[in-house]
């Protein structure tokens, strides 16, 4: 039966390739290796992220789901426990990894994240600064997106954190382009001409005047506000530096209940996470270029500029 079912699964996926209308097909279709770590999934409340390697039989109350037996099949496969009870084998997204790591802080939710980076607009190449590393969720956010040309600059004062951090980004092949800095962020910031930079610790309004050192110019500053006290203190003193553009939001995500006929919000929800604060600096003056007439002529024409009031 399981193999019939991983047949069928096999020529679904082949004809999906063929049909596929983006005119480019994937080169192999990627299996599952020794270190591969893989989402094993029964709902949105049962799933379990592990490595045939370290976990080569799964324990679970469904029963227990031999790992190294997905060594060589593809993602999006059927496996059914010693219990006959199906789990799926999934490709873990950034999603699953950042929610699985071990922590001793507060990490940014996913719903904040994904806010955080576009309005940053991070992307392949940039150069981003972090106050503080965490468990590293917003790093390894970063990381994953800046790539081998970008790089991220994370501070944290406290290396048991740091180290936590660290320890979560290498398990998960994250590290190439992190330095993570057991640094005071509020004594200074060592890199320059950064794209963006994120401050998620107590007092954000201290870094202010470090970050806009750091920005290059037009450089997005993001900060995490647990409260709204904190963020109109954050607003305040980034209008005093100069920074424009400056916006304070919260991301709210509502889930559905969707069932044909009865679709309804569910009654579970995340409702607080923090305020969301972002910026831009800016810099210099350029006067306007004189238009070559003087000041008496400028008056003279008055503040139509000689055109008929309509
Ligand atoms: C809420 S945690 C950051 C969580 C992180 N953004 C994540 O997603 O995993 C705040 C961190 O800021 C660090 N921190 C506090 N003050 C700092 C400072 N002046 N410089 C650098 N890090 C600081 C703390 O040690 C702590 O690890």
């Not at 954050?234 to 919260?250: R, S, W």
Request: hydrophobic share 40%; with cysteine.
């Amino acid at each position: 039966m399981y193999s019939t079912f991983v047949q069928r699964t096999k020529s679904r996926y082949e004809t999906a390739r063929v049909n596929s209308s983006f005119g480019t097909r994937r080169a192999a279709m990627e299996t599952i290796g020794e270190t591969s770590f893989i989402l094993v999934y029964r709902d949105r409340r049962r799933k379990w992220l592990v490595r045939p390697v370290d976990t080569p039989k799964l324990h679970t109350h469904l029963g227990i789901l031999d790992c190294k037996s997905l060594v060589g099949k593809p993602f999006g496969i059927m496996a059914l426990t010693t219990m006959n009870d199906a789990l799926y084998i999934l490709k873990p997204t950034l999603e699953d990894i950042v929610m699985k790591f071990a922590r001793r802080t507060q990490v940014i939710y996913p719903k904040d994240l994904a806010m955080i980076v576009i309005r940053c607009g991070i992307r392949p190449g940039s150069r981003v600064f972090e106050a503080g590393t965490g468990s590293g969720a917003a790093t390894a956010t970063f990381a994953s997106l800046v790539g081998a040309q970008g790089h991220v600059y994370s501070y944290d004062v406290n290396p048991e954190f740091q180290e936590i951090a660290r320890k979560n980004l290498e398990k998960f092949g994250l590290m190439g382009s992190i330095s993570l800095k057991n640094r005071d962020a509020k004594l200074g910031i060592e890199e320059r001409d950064l794209d963006a930079a994120l401050v998620d610790m107590g007092d954000p309004w201290e870094l202010v005047p470090n970050v806009k050192e750091a920005l290059a110019p037009s450089g997005m500053m993001a900060a995490i506000c647990p409260t709204m006290n904190q963020a109109e203190k954050l607003t305040a003193t980034m209008k005093d530096y100069g920074f424009v553009n400056i916006e304070t939001i919260e991301v709210l995500v509502r889930n559905l209940e969707a069932r044909v006929g009865m679709t309804r919000p569910s009654q579970i929800m995340v409702a607080h996470t923090c305020y969301l604060t972002f910026g831009r600096k800016t810099q210099g003056i350029l006067e306007p270029v004189p238009d070559g007439r003087d000041q008496e002529e400028v008056e003279a024409e008055g503040p139509t500029g000689g055109a008929e009031p309509s």
